[in-house]
Structures are given as structure tokens and as C-alpha cells.
């Protein structure tokens, strides 16, 4: 965090260099796509990418939440263990009313089902995901991107409080397709270069922990309440993963980009 904080250091100051260049997308979109890899599903990208008319920057101070599924919390709240609400470090009648969910009382479990399909959320004892918040949305015509970057992390974030296999960019993806229902959506994620500006390929080690978030176990437990299609649909939209030195190099941005 701090003067290593990657939305603050990375990605406001490379995605805000591209929305200066070109607000529709056009001059960068393909490259940006073309560098994080392509997949089973590439036929699915459009062949030149734009962003919808009237998009807004979506990074920095300006990152988009993106409500968790439904199903995903219908799931949760019919399969919260007691472990877990031990391990909460919840207090009061929220405890309470989790303990009670998870000796699975049909009272407790049927208000928590009519308060989130009536689109009750936030801080409430029944709401066991939040948000999920993307480095940065792309809106095309005709897909979605989200991204998310990393700089000193070293790994992606793996879990929730309520799941213990969570991948954030399936997280992610996840929200993303409900958000946009009627696009397909595609998920990459930005690294830090281990060197200089010259660092154009992703590590080894980074490779390896793209591919994991598309491991069937992980698709099994980040997307419980996925069919196994869209399970499969969701994994070959990850596209991969790519340097921000690269998308640097691709667009003429100075490196380090400044803050």
C-alpha cells in the first residue's frame, strides 16, 4: 500500500494515459487484448474493440462495485457452517441470527431468502459476500473486461470471509456477468515486470498463478452456484495475464508511469 498502492501507482495513471489518448478505446483496446492472450472463446472479442459510447472512467477513485450474485448469496446462506460462524468473529444478535442459519432453522433460513430477493444488502446478518470491486471495467460494444492489477502482491487474493476458495478474478467475472447479462465477459489480470521497464513478459510464477484461477478446483469453489457450463464458459474467458511494463511499451507511456 502506500507509495506501492497498485490502483494508485499503476493502474489510475496507465488506464488514465489510454482514456487520454483515445476516450473510445479504439487506438489501445485491441493491443491491451491482444497482450493478455486470447482464448477458447476468442471468437467471442469483438474484432475492433471500442468502448460503448459514453463510457466513464472506471479505475482509481472511480472503480465500479459490482453487487455478488444472488444465487451466490441463496448459497451461502443455505450452506454456512457453524465453523464458520465461530471462526467470524461476529458478535451480538449477527451471531446469533448466523448460528441460527447454520443449524439451518427453516424460519431463519426462509427470512434470509425473502430479505435477498427483495435486493436487501450491505452490513446485514444475512449477506454473507460483498461487493466485488475490479481494478478497472471495460464496457465494449460487444464484451466486457475487467482487470485487475497487481504490483507488489505476489499472489491473487483466494478467499472470502464466507469461502475459503474464492478466486478474485472469478469474483470478478462473477458479479460482472450479472451485470452485464447479455455480453460475454472476459477477466485479465496486469503484473508488475520482475525488472525494469524492459520487462515485457509475465514470470513464470505469474503464469502459473493466472492458470490457477481457472483450476477445476478452484471453479468448483469460487462458483458453487454455477452449472458446470457456465463454469467452463467463465474459465476459457480468462484471458491471462500481461506486464504493465508491456502495455506501457505498446503506448508509448513513460515507465515508471507517474502517480
Partial sequence: MGQFNSSYTRVAPVFDALWAADRTGASWLAGL??????????????????????????????????????????????????????????????????????????????????????????????????????????????????????????????????????????????AATERFPTKPVFGALLVEGDGGADSLAPSDHWLAESAAQCAPAMLDASLPHRTAKERAALASRMLGVATWQAVCADNAIPWPPAP
Fill in 33 to 174: 487484448l491482444s497482450r493478455v492472450g486470447r482464448s477458447a472463446f476468442a471468437d467471442e472479442l469483438p474484432r475492433a474493440p471500442v468502448l460503448v459510447t459514453g463510457h466513464q472512467t472506471t479505475w482509481g477513485a472511480a472503480e465500479v462495485p459490482l453487487p455478488a450474485p444472488l444465487a451466490l448469496l441463496e448459497h451461502l446462506v443455505e450452506h454456512v457452517t457453524e465453523a464458520q460462524v465461530i471462526a467470524s468473529g461476529d458478535i451480538g444478535d449477527v451471531l446469533e441470527q448466523r448460528r441460527r442459519l447454520a443449524r439451518h432453522e427453516p424460519e431463519t433460513v426462509r427470512a434470509a431468502l425473502a430479505a435477498l430477493r427483495r435486493g436487501e444488502r450491505g452490513r446485514r446478518w444475512f449477506v454473507l459476500e460483498g461487493e466485488s470491486k475490479p481494478d478497472a471495467v471495460l464496457e465494449m460494444t460487444d464484451a466486457v473486461l475487467v482487470v485487475e492489477g497487481k504490483r507488489t502482491e505476489r499472489s491473487c487474493t483466494s478467499k472470502t470471509k464466507w469461502m475459503g476458495a474464492r478466486s478474485q478474478l472469478l469474483r470478478h467475472m462473477d
